[in-house]
């Protein structure tokens, strides 16, 4: 069964208002307002005919995971007025291929990446902002930095200026359920605060990426200020 072009369209701004509604209500729950948290829509499970109807319906901020796929929607879509974010690995010889199209890497996962950032960043006489991907749930198979890692990385930072961490990132555990997910998000923030406190001058880690899908509105109440969402986005818009 394929979805038709109208239906695809009427589909992903009813999910679109469906999401920001939600995260509306985690933010006051919360005490926190909406306009706090910014949405990454993930557009890795769609291709082109679906992201323009999200830009349509007003999402300017995707994210893709793999920089091949990245390049290739950044080229044939750039008409459009998006502001592109890595959220996936990035191996240091793609780089140079990505910082063009890139408003912010949510996913640096080693100190070797932030030097190759840098030395590239500098090249093109343009910093790059990021943020450090933490793998807090400690999950072998998680992507990431160990949260004591982190630590010694902020110290590093001055030598790469180039690089602007402006956060934390992290994808929650896969096991465990929303009560894990939420813990963990708590522990991401805490981390933060904590962090906030060593960091060298200028470096502030305000944000904090986390949440998707199936965790945003804990993320949210836990004090995401950006959350990355895929399939909610597409509900009844993909075949199958
Ligand atoms: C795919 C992906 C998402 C979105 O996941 P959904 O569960 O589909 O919302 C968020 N973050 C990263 C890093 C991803 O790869």
Known sequence: MTVSFDEKARRIQENL????????????????????????????????EEIRLLVEAGCRLLGESR??????????????????????????????????????????????????????????QKPIPVLLEVN??????????PPQEIEPILAQLPRFPYVQVQGLMTLAGLEGGLDRARREFAALRNLRDRLRTVCPEGVRLDEL??????????????????????????????PG
């Open 17 to 48: 208002a469906q999401v920001r509604c939600r995260l509306a209500e985690a933010a006051r729950r919360s005490g926190r307002s909406p306009d706090q948290v910014r949405i990454t829509a993930v557009t890795k499970y769609v291709g082109l």
């Open 67 to 124: 920089p091949q796929a990245l390049w290739a929607k950044a080229d044939a879509l750039a008409d459009l007025p998006i502001c592109w974010h890595l959220v996936g690995h990035l191996q240091r010889n793609k780089v140079a291929r990505t910082l063009p199209v890139v408003q912010m890497i949510q996913s640096v996962d080693s100190l070797r990446l932030i030097e190759a950032l840098d030395a590239e960043a500098r090249r093109r």
């Open 136 to 145: 807090i749930s400690g999950e072998a198979a998680k992507t990431g930095l």
């Open 209 to 238: 990426s986390m949440g998707m899908s199936g965790d945003f509105e804990a993320a949210v109440e836990e004090g995401a200020t950006i959350v990355r969402i895929g399939s909610a986005l597409f509900e009844g818009v993909l």
